[in-house]
């Protein structure tokens, strides 16, 4: 059984993370319409993922007898700049979610803590491949040869969320 108080933040991580499949899907739109299909596919996938890692917050909620609370979920930007930009705002979002996680653990009890390891992972996987993925952008600059190919690569990331999330 779940704590009142670890129960509301878990609650409140689900939200945060059908949060990030929001900003994920208006990043993949903004790209769609930047004539971008690949780096848009590549978010499309990523908004999957997050909406896969909220419904293993609201099982796990569930599983240990507590009540999912679906919150309302804010608009994310509808514009965002640049392959660079976009890809910077994610990490910088990556990095806000690593922390709420971390901050999961405060408090939580033997089962909670071996269930959010698994997000502490996923979050050092995350990080790392945005972080790839910026650092590739910063070389490309402004090159339309460089950021096609680009595209054509994160494009070819299956939509398919990782059956482990």
Avoid: C
Avoid at 45 to 52: G, H, M, P, T, V
Avoid at 96 to 112: P, W
């Amino acid at each position: 059984m779940l704590s009142p108080d670890l129960e509301t933040r878990l609650n409140e991580q689900m939200r945060s993370e059908f949060s990030s499949a929001h900003l994920y899907l208006q990043m993949a739109a903004h790209f769609e319409t930047s004539g971008f299909p690949g780096f848009s596919a590549w978010m499309r996938a990523q908004a999957d993922e997050e909406r896969a890692h909220a419904m293993r917050f609201f099982d796990f909620i569930l599983d240990r007898g507590g009540t999912a609370v679906l919150g309302a979920v804010e608009a994310p930007p509808a514009e965002f700049g640049s392959p660079l930009e976009v890809f910077e705002a994610s990490l910088a979002h990556e990095r806000t979610i690593t922390t709420a996680i971390d901050g999961l653990y405060e408090g939580a009890d033997r089962a909670t803590s071996a269930f959010l390891d698994w997000f502490a992972t996923e979050q050092v996987e995350e990080e790392a491949t945005v972080s790839q993925i910026v650092e590739s952008l910063k070389l490309a600059g402004q090159s339309g040869p460089a950021l096609l190919i680009m595209d054509r690569d994160l494009g070819s990331r299956s939509t398919a969320p990782d059956p482990g999330a």
